[in-house]
């Protein structure tokens, strides 16, 4: 399954992946690897995220695509956005 759109936020020092998310597009839990990084200030206090993946992201428009690998820690963590 493909995801069409996202949100960049390019000041960002990590990228998050919302669990909502990462079920949505059929990863599953046994795809996760195991990180003990702590997430500070993301709330008004720590979280642990579940995991770490690593992504193949499509990144621009036809004709000038670029396809990057991408790690995101995938948070349970409810999403202030949308998901469809």
Not at 57 to 67: A, F, H, I, S, W
């Given at each position: 399954?493909q995801?069409?759109?996202?949100?960049?936020?390019?000041?960002?020092?990590?990228?998050?992946l919302?669990?909502?998310?990462?079920?949505?597009?059929?990863?599953?839990?046994?795809?996760?690897?195991?990180?003990?990084?702590?997430?500070?200030?993301?709330?008004?206090?720590?979280?642990?995220?579940?995991?770490?993946?690593?992504?193949?992201?499509?990144?621009?428009?036809?004709?000038?695509?670029?396809?990057?690998?991408?790690?995101?820690?995938?948070?349970?963590?409810?999403?202030?956005?949308?998901?469809?």
């Amino acid at each position: 399954m493909q995801l069409w759109r996202v949100l960049v936020d390019n000041g960002s020092v990590i990228d998050i992946l919302y669990y909502d998310a990462f079920k949505k597009i059929r990863l599953s839990d046994s795809d996760l690897i195991p990180t003990v990084t702590l997430l500070y200030r993301f709330t008004s206090d720590s979280i642990m995220p579940m995991g770490l993946i690593e992504l193949l992201v499509n990144v621009g428009t036809y004709p000038r695509v670029l396809m990057v690998m991408t790690q995101f820690l995938v948070v349970d963590y409810p999403s202030t956005f949308i998901l469809y």
